[in-house]
């Protein structure tokens, strides 16, 4: 049955109160689904709904609730029930719950858990969020050096119900360092009497605990990994990722990059959930910096005070022209910043890079020139044209020049280089157009004496 | 060793061309790291580059290389030594390059293919590009219904050489449709003896061959999965995508839209690969296209000569008032269509998230305006702080409006939401900005008599 259906014929039996039938629909349920189900749902009724599930199951689709979901529902449970569902939970999952709960309760529900995963937690909880260390999870099979094939997959059978991949297994030395990976499909191909160590791959692709999380994802997703493996600074293996985390912190970061783009600070969760107080204080900070920032343009305005009274006409061209500059800038900066972010473009690629923008924008300058010279010839002239034709080539360059060395600029201050958003850009080129415009303007035209 | 350390050495046994060296070297690079070196020689080098891998990790290599590399290597080789090449290929990879060369080589590389790989890739490279069909690989292991853990293991281990994966298997019935799917984690957990129709999973996550490709992704990583069988209309299991195409995806469709979010138009291959002309061809659409729609925002204020002429101290406050109102629309719109675009909101939420949007846009303007009142004040007394900050808070909020209706109103008409770009909003916001602000202060001011 599709999800469809499943959850039509749920949100009945929820209507009937039939928990009978309750239990039989929501076992069936993938785990995504139940938690996307249980989304729409009050916190009190989804909780009633997962206890519906055996204790396994509950924790998977609980680990796939947004991490607000997830707080709402630990808020209603006892310390005990909490802690339940946090032991057959990937540890992961589990770190990033206990870090989420508020300090008295984390001391609470730490009690309950057996000592393993009392430990597990608090060392998993320890590390900074956004780092490799955060993703990381415990739940890994490892494999000494010294052993056969044979006892490999002894090791894999027993580890496995535990293990959160068992398809990719690591090889360390008697002093618990990683000297090698080893995959389940090299084990089940080779007899069960050659040694891991002949089979191991040596060549590792691995992170430090505290490498950023974009930088895991751009590896898993550069070497097509399963998981990646995270080491200490003793080469000790303490840690693995795996390539759904990854997933979801490229998917995460993308978002991150494309409202840093439209000027909206880091929202956490997803913005369904986010409180109308937190959209506004995402937003105001950058609104207003860019209405002081706009006040150049402004000036620009006065000083060419003169030339505007003498000539009103130019004020039609205004917006046209200066947003023409902006809109190139900003489409040289998407292409920037994207380019850095997905690793096609380097910082050493600058001169380079910015002697083509050149060639482009100049082409982009000469087709628009073109194209508002008519419109100017029709409105004011052929003086009027060539001020408007001229200045459009100009601020089409200027404006590309902006946007597309923006980026690095902010780079080389240690900024991100996605701050250079559309309006910043726009903002920036408007007020140079202004004052290219008038300029261009006032020395073509003269000022009436 | 490292990659930095590898190249650098790669390029000194190559200026020396010590071709044991570079043997040696090429060996121990990752296939991505090999790809990545590749990139940056001459496509002759390239190839005599490639030529000191044995065939297996030379195809591997290969298929990390962005397709115009692998067209202009494709160029060098005799047809005898591409079909070689090709072979050993998974066969999605083969199947995309298959499809990259021109028609005459297709069908001769086809006569030096065996002919099972022959028909593999002539029927994978029939499906439209962009779908499931066209991502998917027909390298996968198979399952009878009927089969015992045992039978299943044994099969396992004959297919798995070929397999892309072997760590999901894929149950068929007697007409090979699909009716379970089954991990090789079960498999090994499980007893020699039990049978597989016991253990599979019968509740499918699949894909139809023309699904379009970001759908896979979103599957893949809703549901965690490490394939995605690919179904015909009959239930007939056809191919399987794996995760890390999905990971490739999901990245390109992101590029795709903050691309479109800042108009520019769909770039195949990498910014560093595109040429000057493509660039320029996929930004002058829009650039012209917004030139015009910009002589809205000029006829408004020639509508205004008037009001300006008389208070030609409004002029300084047009950059600053109109980009505002572009500014927050460009918010608006950048938080819906990313927000639609990884289905956290649905186009069924508009009138709530309508509701919001407004309640959060007052409460912008209303900051923007006593900013703004400020700046009125000392520049042009009271009378004019009045009216500048009054229009500051209704185009801020018809901005947001514009920003947050035009994703959803561009999907009714059945386009691609992520065209509400931020250049787009910002030059209606800017029209509309321009008839508010006049409006409001020939109405507020009066004209002069």
Known sequence: MTYAILSEALRAAMARNDDNAITHLIAELQPADLADFITQQNPAASLELLRHLPLPERAEAFGYLEQEQQLNLARLMPERELAGLMTPMPADERADLFNLLPEPRQEATLRHLAREEREDVRRLASYREGTAGALMTTDYVTIPEQAKVAEALALVRRTAPDAETIYQLYVLDERRRLVGTLSLRELILNSPASS?????????????????????????????????????????????????????????????????????????????????????????????????ANIFSGAGIAHFEETIEAYIVLVFFLPLLIDSGGNAGSQAATLMVRGIATGDVRLADWGKLLGREMIVATGLGLTMALAVSLLGTFRGGPDIALVVALSMLVIVMVGSLIGMSLPFVLNRLGWDPATASAPLVTTIADASGVLIYFGIATSLLGLPA
Do not use: C
């Not at 990994?225 to 303490?238: F, I, K, S, T």
């Not at 937003?283 to 209405?291: A, G, K, P, Q, T």
């Open 196 to 292: 891991v160590r002949a089979l191991m791959t040596t060549e590792l692709v691995q992170a430090e605990v505290d490498l950023p999380q974009e930088e895991v994802a751009r590896l898993i997703s550069r070497y097509d990994l399963l998981a990646l493996p995270v080491v200490d600074a003793e080469q000790r293996l303490v840690g693995i990722i795996t390539y759904d985390d990854a997933m979801d912190v490229a998917e995460e970061e993308a978002t991150e990059d494309i409202h840093k783009g439209g000027t909206i600070g880091k929202l956490e969760g997803g913005l369904r959930n986010a409180s109308l107080f937190t959209l506004y204080r995402k937003r105001i900070v950058w609104l207003v910096l860019l209405v002081f």
